[in-house]
C-alpha cells in the first residue's frame, strides 16, 4: 500500500475544512499533521477533523514555517493576498503545495511561483475544482470522443447569484480589487481555466468590457440608512437585507464568515451584524469590483471563446460548437430540462446526458472537491517528469488569460497574451 500523504494547512476556514474533511475519510492516503490560522477555534475545527492525537496548531504560518518540515504537503487556503507569500515559503521549506486559486494576486507572482517550483523541483497543484466535477469531465470526453467533430467556438458564462454578489464581491473579502484582485481573477479565474482546459491550447488574444453598475450609492433605495440593522424604508422588499443572515440565508452564507454561525442566536447574529461588514447596505459599501464583464477570446488554431460573467443569473452554462455538432449544457438544464448536457448532431437525434459528482454533492462545482482530493494523492506522488492535472504548466496560462483580460477592460484594448506575459515577467 502506498504510504500515507501528511497534510499541512496553512489557513484553516472554510476551503480548507472542506478539504480536510474529504482527506479525513481516506486514512489510507492522507494523515493531517498541523494547521496555521489566526483564528484558533478554526485550528481545533481541523484538529477535530483530523482526530490525529499528534496534530500541531499554530497561530500563524510563519510559526509552522518555523517548525520545520511537518509533512508533505502544504494546504494553503488563505486569503488571496497572501497566496504569494505563503507558497513561496511552503516550498522554500521543502513541502509541495496544494493551492487554493488565485496563485496569487499578480501576474509577476504567478509567474515567480511557477519558476520557483520548477527550480526546487516542487509540485504545486491549483484547487481548480472543475477540471476534477463530473460536468466537466463528461464535457471534455464528449469532446476528446469526436461526437462534435472540431471545436469552432466555446460560448461559456457564470451567473454569481445576486446574493453571493452581495455577500463576497460588495460586502465581502473580494470587494475591492486593490485590497484583493479583480472579479475576473477572484471568482472567474476558474473559467478561464475551464476554457483553457476544454479548448486544450493556448489562448493568443483577448478583448474586454465590463463594470460596475448596480451596486453603487446611486442605486440606494430613497432613505436607505448605511446598516440593515437601523431602520430601512426599503427592507420588506430588499433582497439584499442583512439580516437574512439569522434567517434564510444563515446557511451556508453565515457560515463562511462567523465562526458561530450554527449555534448563535437570531439575536447575536444581529448585534454582530451592527458593526460586521456584512451588515452594511449593498448599495453603501465601498466595493469597487464588476458586476458584469465579457471576454472574447483567440485560441490557437483559430477556435474562438466567449465569456460572460453576471450578478444576476444562477450557475455556470456552457455550448461548445463543432462541425459534427453542438453541445449544450449548465444550471437551466440541470433545473428545467432533465438533463445536465445534451448533444445535438447536426444530422441525427439529439442525446443527453446526467453526470453524479463523486461526493453525491453539487454536479456542477462542488463535486470537484470530492475529485480534487481524490486526485491529490496520486499527483504528488507520480514518477518524475509527468505533468500534474492542475498543475502549474498549464494553470498559469489560465491566469494569464484573467489577468490580460482585466488588462483589456480597463485600457479598452486587445490584449496578446504573449506580450502581456513578457512584459510581466519576474526580472532576473
Keep these: 500500500m502506498p504510504k500515507p500523504l501528511a497534510l499541512v494547512c496553512i489557513g484553516c476556514g472554510a476551503r480548507a475544512q472542506t478539504y480536510a474533511e474529504l482527506a479525513a475519510r481516506r486514512p489510507d492516503r492522507f494523515t493531517i499533521a498541523a494547521g496555521a490560522d489566526p483564528v484558533a477555534a478554526r485550528v481545533e475545527k481541523i484538529r477535530r477533523i483530523s482526530a490525529n492525537p499528534r496534530f500541531r496548531a499554530f497561530a500563524n504560518a510563519a510559526e509552522l514555517l518555523a517548525a520545520g518540515v511537518l509533512g508533505d504537503v502544504a494546504l494553503v487556503a488563505t486569503q488571496d493576498n497572501h497566496h504569494d507569500e505563503h507558497c513561496r515559503g511552503a516550498l522554500a521549506r521543502g513541502y509541495h503545495v496544494l493551492l487554493e486559486k488565485p496563485i496569487a ?241 447536426h444530422e441525427g437525434a439529439p442525446v443527453r446526458y446526467t453526470v453524479q459528482a463523486e461526493d453525491g454533492g453539487y454536479e456542477l462545482h462542488g463535486g470537484g472537491d470530492a475529485g480534487l482530493v481524490e486526485a491529490l494523492h496520486e499527483e504528488m506522488t507520480k514518477p518524475a517528469g509527468r505533468p500534474l492535472a492542475a498543475g502549474l504548466d498549464s494553470t498559469v496560462h489560465s491566469h494569464i488569460i484573467a489577468f490580460a483580460a482585466e488588462e483589456a477592460r480597463a485600457t479598452g484594448r486587445v490584449v496578446d497574451l504573449a506580450d502581456f506575459e513578457r512584459a510581466h515577467a519576474p526580472r532576473k
Design 105 to 345: 494576486t499578480r501576474v509577476d507572482q504567478v509567474l515567480a511561483i511557477r519558476e520557483l517550483a520548477a527550480r526546487l523541483d516542487r509540485r504545486v497543484m491549483v484547487c481548480f475544482v472543475l477540471r476534477f466535477a463530473a460536468f466537466y469531465r463528461k464535457v471534455k470526453e464528449i469532446i476528446a470522443s469526436g461526437a462534435l467533430g472540431e471545436i469552432a467556438s466555446i460560448q461559456a458564462g457564470e451567473g454569481v447569484m445576486p446574493w453571493h454578489q452581495a455577500h463576497s464581491f460588495v460586502r465581502g473579502h473580494w470587494s475591492s480589487a486593490k485590497a484583493a484582485s479583480p472579479m475576473i481573477l477572484s471568482k472567474c479565474c476558474h473559467d478561464t481555466d475551464i476554457l483553457h482546459w476544454l479548448a486544450d491550447r493556448r489562448c493568443l488574444r483577448v478583448a474586454s468590457f465590463g463594470s460596475r453598475e448596480f451596486f453603487r450609492a446611486e442605486r440606494a433605495p430613497a432613505g436607505a440608512p448605511a446598516r440593515c440593522t437601523d431602520p430601512c424604508p426599503a427592507a420588506a422588499d430588499c433582497p439584499y437585507d442583512a439580516r437574512r443572515y439569522a434567517g434564510d440565508m444563515r446557511d451556508p452564507w453565515l457560515g463562511m464568515v462567523y465562526d458561530r454561525a450554527r449555534e448563535a442566536a437570531p439575536e447575536e447574529i444581529l448585534e454582530w451584524l451592527r458593526t460586521s461588514p456584512w451588515g452594511r447596505c449593498v448599495y453603501r459599501c465601498d466595493n469597487d469590483v464588476v458586476d458584469r464583464q465579457v471576454l472574447a477570446m483567440e485560441f490557437e488554431g483559430g477556435l474562438t471563446a466567449t465569456f460572460t460573467m453576471t450578478a444576476f443569473e444562477n450557475g455556470r452554462h456552457i455550448e461548445i460548437y463543432g462541425t459534427r455538432g453542438v453541445l449544450k449544457g449548465g444550471e437551466t438544464h440541470r433545473r428545467h430540462f432533465g438533463a445536465h448536457l445534451v448533444l445535438l448532431p
